[in-house]
């Protein structure tokens, strides 16, 4: 939505888009392998990506969900391990960056709106 419906956000910069959402999957995942606790260790990636977030000047609002997601995901994002940041979190989140420049690119009104 940010990338979309306000690209001049400052929370909607190239690098807040990459760089939180996978720097946010690395510590989800890194908790979820350190705290048998879900709940818990939701918390605590979360909290820990928004301050990793904010100190690298990537702050990026959907990257606690991701944290959350690298948690809570399952047995098959615990099988991906930290890969799961590269794929789907990183590759993804260039994918849709792209999407959202050419959107912007074509449809100047609707970045205007923002």
Not at 56 to 71: F, K, R, S, Y
Request: charged share 5%; net charge positive; hydrophobic share 60%.
């Amino acid at each position: 939505m940010l990338l979309f419906a306000a690209p001049h956000s400052p929370l909607a910069r190239p690098w807040c888009c990459i760089g939180g959402n996978t720097i946010s999957a690395l510590v989800g995942v890194t908790v979820a392998g350190m705290i048998a606790d879900p709940i818990v260790a939701a918390a605590i990636a979360c909290g820990i990506a928004i301050g990793v977030m904010m100190a690298l000047g990537c702050l990026h609002p959907p990257g606690g969900a991701v944290a959350l997601t690298a948690v809570l995901g399952g047995p098959s994002i615990q099988a991906a391990g930290y890969g799961f940041a590269i794929w789907p979190i990183a590759v993804s989140s260039l994918l849709l960056l792209g999407a959202a420049l050419a959107f912007n690119h074509l449809m100047p009104r609707a970045a205007k709106l923002a």
